[in-house]
């Protein structure tokens, strides 16, 4: 599969952004889908999950919890990462990453995953 990220930019601390990942081929709700970030300097850090199917469950970071929302649309191949209340803090490049071998977890961790999209930069000025 595919990815490609879309949806960061520049926005001011209390904002929002909504990021999208969409997907190539037929077989994207098969798909364990999850965002990650990546400041400079730091490494790349889990920030929210969705199940694969109907996306029932769903994980997050403790630093976005309350804050951001993941959804799927299977329709559109698509992932979503609602960002609210935005903070400067959530600065980073965003990666949405995908995956559907036997696993039973939450894949919080990168090495869960085998796909990666290209990233998109997302700016919170204080």
């Known amino acids: 599969v595919q990815l490609q990220a879309s949806g960061g930019g520049l926005v001011q601390a209390g904002g929002s952004l909504r990021l999208s990942c969409a997907a190539s081929?037929?077989?994207?709700?098969?798909?364990?889908m999850g965002w990650f970030r990546q400041a400079p300097g730091k490494e790349r850090e889990f920030v929210a999950a969705i199940s694969s199917w109907a996306g029932v469950s769903t994980y997050f970071a403790d630093s976005v919890k309350g804050r951001f929302t993941i959804s799927r649309d299977n329709a559109k191949n698509t992932v979503y990462l609602q960002m609210n209340s935005l903070k400067p803090e959530d600065t980073a490049v965003y990666y949405c990453a995908a995956d559907r071998r036997p696993y039973n977890g939450a894949r919080l961790t990168p090495g869960e995953y085998n796909y990666w999209g290209q990233g998109t930069q997302v700016t919170v000025s204080s």
């Open positions: 081929g037929r077989t994207f709700s098969s798909y364990f």
